[in-house]
């Protein structure tokens, strides 16, 4: 078995080429999921203009607007957010 792996560099290659292959699959295995969801806080979109407004809504729509930049990846944060403009017809 020694005399193969000394003679024969394409099975030495094709080992060296196979591990590697597995490294990199891997790799992206792991860090695939935490990189894929990565969403950053410009993503959110920046509050309208309020002219006109009642305070309430105003106040509303800021506060869910801090909280959607506090956790941008957060689904039901950002659903928040995107109900509250929608509910106030924005």
Do not use: C
Request: charged share 15%; glycine share 4%; no cysteine.
């Amino acid at each position: 078995m020694k005399e193969i792996f000394r003679e024969n560099k394409r099975v030495k290659i094709s080992i060296l080429v196979s591990f590697l292959i597995l490294a990199v699959v891997l790799i992206f295995w792991i860090l695939y999921p935490s990189v894929a969801h990565r969403v950053s806080s410009t993503n959110i979109p920046t509050l309208p203009d309020f002219t006109g407004q009642p305070n309430v809504v105003v106040e509303y729509l800021q506060r869910m607007n801090e909280e959607a930049l506090g956790s941008p990846s957060s689904d039901r944060v950002v659903g928040n957010l995107a109900m509250a403009y929608q509910s106030n017809f924005f």
